[in-house]
């Protein structure tokens, strides 16, 4: 395991501000709180300036991520999708408009009823995801790269038990993708909401 790093951040300079104001704060728990929230803003402002890269919004990001998270042949119920995504469905016709007319979806009839549409994502649109979902993996790596396996093997263990525990007590903080289980298929109008990417 590293040797511990005992430099103090801007992170221990609050804490010490704080103390001041709240002498019953607990040091430990304020600087791990703190240290996970500004890490996560971290990475949710590099992943908004590589999507602007590649000229995504995050709503274009989040709709491609759903539709690859089906699984082959990634295809989805636009109510399904609207359900996942927090989205009227008025709304999200009027999205998935705009990203079929730049060629990232398209819309298929569903071989189980051909009444019904389904959305696909195109190879322009799968090749976008993959861009996209690389530049984040880098900067996830980036980020951790200061950690060696052994210890980023003990992070993830330590938030694993807190997760374990706050979902001992309530919802999965992720609940399953399509595929996980049965009911979750692309295909299908069923399914809870997943957790936005």
Do not use: C, F
Not at 67 to 77: F, M, S
């Amino acid at each position: 395991m590293a040797k511990r790093d005992s430099t103090p951040d801007s992170i221990d300079r609050h804490i010490a501000h704080w103390a001041e104001e709240l002498p019953d704060l607990d040091p430990q728990i304020e600087g791990i709180v703190t240290r996970m929230q500004k890490l996560v803003s971290h990475l949710r402002r590099n992943r908004e300036n590589g999507l602007a890269a590649h000229g995504l919004k995050e709503w274009e990001y989040a709709i491609l991520h759903y539709v690859r998270a089906t699984g082959p042949p990634y295809q989805a119920a636009p109510s399904l999708l609207a359900e996942w995504l927090g989205t009227h469905p008025a709304t999200l016709t009027s999205r998935l408009d705009r990203m079929e007319q730049a060629g990232y979806v398209t819309r298929v009839h569903d071989p189980a009823d051909r009444r019904r549409l389904l959305v696909a994502l195109t190879d322009s649109g799968h090749a976008l995801w993959q861009a996209a979902i690389g530049e984040q993996d880098r900067a996830e790596q980036e980020l951790l790269g200061v950690l060696g396996r052994q210890d980023r093997a003990v992070l993830d263990e330590l938030l694993r038990r807190v997760a374990n525990a706050l979902e001992a007590e309530g919802p999965p903080l992720m609940p399953d993708w399509p595929g996980a289980r049965p009911e979750l298929s692309g295909t299908r109008d069923a399914g809870g909401a997943a957790k936005s990417p």
